[in-house]
């Protein structure tokens, strides 16, 4: 079924939005603000729809070709100018922001360093079997389907090439015939600022034939993953080939991490992040919560930090990490809304949470207990414009950015720093 649509306006999340003859709004993915397009609609609700134009009838100045063809499945705003991205961008948590009450000091364009293409350290890719054998994929968007890929234009090369040499071993399993698409499920793989590059990859099986780690790889784990689960959640560790510990340096400090831990993906813009986040923290001791391996916590502290982790492998590498910090480091294995009691008074907070944000007894904590600062960064503009709503009623927001951590996609990461107001009980 296809429908004419005239796009609005961008919302959060990358669709365009226009409205259905019949008065229901449609999102639309490939459609820009002023576009008048013709949509393939690819769900229907009794209030919505959602669809993915496949004819540009009117196109916007901001329309560009796009680079790959499979654009639409990692980064479906390929297909506007870089400028435009930006730009849309910041109106999306302008919008955002206004519409929770949301008071925002004066800030700038979008923070980004220039670079379009590749800059992802990690990269997942599913697998595709045909008579020509194995094939990195990707899920196609709209349907069930998958295509074949050779790489991603977002992921730094030595990414690329490490996917590539793993399926190139997997075609010659089994006497040449090729391990089987459908005994695999996805295989990650990341890598350092040097270009070293480690890789997990995930079977339906519960034995696989040993690989050889090839060059292009300092390490590999083959993880067996129970087929009910989703693609990358491992069940057990079948056998690691080398050595799976990536290093990286964030403003001056050395992280060691690994395939499986949380590490941002375009680190030249995490720095840029970081810095805004140091140049406001003058306070002795911090409390970092949702830490990771203390990338944030170890990279603005002045003295003292308590990493608050609840991921036991990220503890591990956030306590490996803190050996070599010259700052007194506390790190605590628990989830934040576990953790309250951490959060006081007298030391500065930072949150860094998922997508879903804070949990209400955080904010609840928070409010309570009345930090002087709060950090706040987050990947999702929605949840923290939320938070911010709910925080705003003791504190005031007293410094805010966007940065572009995900060029060419929808996703924005925001920052705001929170202060204390002289009488926040009033």
């Not at 999306?92 to 949301?102: A, N, P, Q, T």
């Not at 003292?304 to 956030?318: C, G, W, Y």
Request: contains cysteine.
């Amino acid at each position: 079924m296809n429908e004419t649509v005239v796009i609005d306006k961008l919302v959060h999340g990358g669709q365009g939005l226009g409205t259905l003859p019949d008065g229901r709004k449609i999102f639309v993915w490939n459609a820009l603000p002023g576009e008048t397009v013709n949509v393939r609609i690819i769900k229907t609700k009794k209030s919505y729809a959602e669809g993915i134009a496949e004819e540009i009838i009117t196109a916007s100045a901001d329309r560009i070709g796009p680079s790959e063809t499979n654009y639409l499945a990692t980064s479906p705003w390929q297909m506007m100018t870089y400028d435009a991205e930006n730009t849309y961008k910041k109106q999306i948590v302008d919008e955002l922001f206004v519409h929770d009450g949301v008071m925002l000091p004066s800030y700038g364009a979008v923070m980004h360093d220039d670079r379009q293409w590749n800059y992802r350290s990690k990269m997942e890719y599913s697998f595709w079997g045909d008579d020509d054998g194995l094939h990195l994929a990707l899920h196609q968007r709209g349907s069930h389907g998958k295509q074949i890929v050779q790489g991603s234009k977002l992921a730094l090369l030595a990414v690329d090439k490490a996917a590539n040499a793993i399926c190139a071993q997997l075609n010659a399993l089994n006497d040449g015939k090729g391990a089987r698409a459908s005994d695999l499920k996805t295989i990650i793989v990341r890598c350092d600022q040097a270009g070293n590059a480690v890789a997990a990859l995930f079977t339906k099986l519960d034995k696989f034939k040993e690989l050889t780690l090839p060059p292009e790889l300092k390490g590999l784990r083959v993880y067996h993953s129970n087929p009910k689960s989703p693609a990358s959640v491992p069940t057990r560790l079948l056998y690691e080939l080398g050595d799976c510990l990536l290093h990286d340096e964030l403003l001056g400090r050395q992280f060691v991490y690994d395939v499986d831990s949380f590490f941002q993906v375009n680190l030249p813009v995490f720095e840029m992040a970081l810095q805004v986040i140091k140049d406001h923290v003058d306070e002795p001791a911090i409390i970092d919560m949702y830490a990771g391996v203390g990338s944030i916590g170890l990279s603005v502290a002045g003295e003292a930090v308590d990493l608050v982790e609840l991921d036991p492998a990220s503890v591990r590498m956030a306590a490996q990490n803190a050996e070599g910090a010259t700052l007194d480091v506390q790190v605590i294995e628990a989830s934040t809304e576990k953790a309250l009691e951490y959060i006081t008074g007298d030391k500065p907070v930072i949150f860094d949470p998922p997508r879903a944000g804070l949990h209400d007894k955080v904010t609840a904590r928070v409010l309570e207990v009345l930090p002087q600062k709060v950090i706040y960064l987050s990947c999702n503009p929605a949840t923290h414009a939320r938070d911010l709503a709910r925080l705003q009623v003791a504190y005031d927001i007293t410094h805010f950015e966007i940065f572009n951590f995900f060029p060419r996609t929808p996703h924005i990461e925001t920052l705001a720093v929170l202060t204390r107001r002289p009488d926040p009980r009033k």
